[in-house]
């Protein structure tokens, strides 16, 4: 059994005050691993808590870490810190999770003009995962993701495992159903797991690299996302060298 644990940076509106992008990262672990992931991010989080003193029940939310909104916690430790945190994090994803796979869809808004945003994200992500299921690892998945839209997702979700046409590569389509996910996605609150904030920071910092920003710049988080590419799953795209989905 695979699990893809998914988290979002941006939203899939488009409204003036929407984001420009909807990025999705999905972090696939096998369950023979998971446990051995477990121990060695409550190692990590053990060394932030020495380190800069973050306590290890805290929630990481990445863009709270940059500006701190809810999180009172956070105001205890300096921002120069809270980037360090951001940077160590990303330095030991590779070697934490050194036999997992992270697939990334990044979405830019103005380039899918009167499409559903949302099922478009959505639908790369699980034809993706599925096709690792069957191609790769010879198994069955299901994935767990922070909260969203749950009811448009399992609608999505369910229509897939029936209909899912994709290109051919000669002409027409053909369906391939998404018959390796079992199940409806699981929602679980990303403050009760470890799993999903790591998901969560690597969502945001393939945001930065896609929209640097410069008041950030000094701090170098657009660089971020690039210690992540030992476990990318490159095979998710052919286009781009990081394996980043786009269309």
Same mark, same amino acid.
């Given at each position: 059994?695979?699990?893809?644990?998914?988290?979002?940076?941006?939203?899939?509106?488009?409204?003036?005050?929407?984001?420009?992008?909807?990025?999705?990262?999905?972090?696939?672990?096998?369950?023979?691993?998971?446990?051995?992931?477990?121990?060695? @991010?409550?190692? +990590?989080?053990?060394? $932030? %808590?020495? !380190?800069?003193?973050?306590?290890?029940?805290?929630?990481?939310?990445?863009?709270?870490?940059?500006?701190?909104?809810?999180?009172?916690?956070?105001?205890?430790?300096?921002?120069?810190?809270?980037?360090?945190?951001?940077?160590?994090?990303?330095?030991?994803?590779?070697?934490?999770?050194?036999?997992?796979?992270?697939?990334?869809?990044?979405?830019?808004?103005?380039?899918?003009?009167?499409?559903?945003?949302?099922?478009?994200?959505?639908?790369?992500? @699980?034809?993706? +995962?599925?096709?690792? $299921? %069957?191609? !790769?690892?010879?198994?069955?998945?299901?994935?767990?993701?922070?909260?969203?839209?749950?009811?448009?997702?399992?609608?999505?979700?369910?229509?897939?495992?029936?209909?899912?046409?994709?290109?051919?590569?000669?002409?027409?389509?053909?369906?391939?159903?998404?018959?390796?996910?079992?199940?409806?996605?699981?929602?679980?609150?990303?403050?009760?797991?470890?799993?999903?904030?790591?998901?969560?920071?690597?969502?945001?910092?393939?945001?930065?690299?896609?929209?640097?920003?410069?008041?950030?710049?000094?701090?170098?988080?657009?660089?971020?996302?690039?210690?992540?590419?030992?476990?990318?799953?490159?095979?998710?795209?052919?286009?781009?060298?990081?394996?980043?989905?786009?269309?």
């Amino acid at each position: 059994m695979h699990l893809m644990y998914v988290d979002e940076s941006g939203d899939p509106g488009i409204s003036q005050h929407s984001s420009p992008h909807f990025i999705l990262t999905g972090l696939i672990v096998s369950q023979t691993d998971w446990d051995k992931y477990l121990q060695r @991010l409550k190692a +990590f989080r053990k060394h $932030l %808590k020495s !380190t800069y003193g973050l306590n290890q029940r805290t929630e990481i939310h990445t863009s709270e870490l940059i500006r701190i909104k809810k999180i009172e916690e956070y105001k205890l430790i300096k921002k120069y810190d809270r980037i360090n945190i951001i940077k160590d994090y990303c330095t030991e994803i590779p070697a934490i999770f050194d036999t997992a796979q992270c697939i990334n869809i990044c979405i830019k808004k103005d380039e899918h003009l009167g499409q559903d945003i949302f099922e478009l994200a959505w639908g790369r992500l @699980l034809q993706r +995962f599925d096709t690792f $299921l %069957k191609k !790769t690892a010879n198994d069955k998945g299901i994935v767990v993701a922070d909260d969203t839209d749950s009811l448009k997702l399992m609608n999505l979700q369910r229509k897939m495992r029936v209909y899912n046409f994709v290109p051919s590569r000669f002409t027409g389509s053909y369906n391939v159903p998404i018959d390796s996910i079992l199940e409806d996605t699981f929602s679980r609150a990303s403050h009760h797991s470890y799993f999903l904030q790591t998901v969560d920071v690597i969502a945001y910092c393939l945001y930065r690299r896609e929209y640097p920003k410069g008041s950030q710049k000094k701090y170098g988080l657009e660089f971020q996302f690039d210690k992540i590419e030992p476990i990318l799953l490159k095979k998710a795209s052919s286009t781009d060298p990081l394996g980043i989905v786009r269309a």
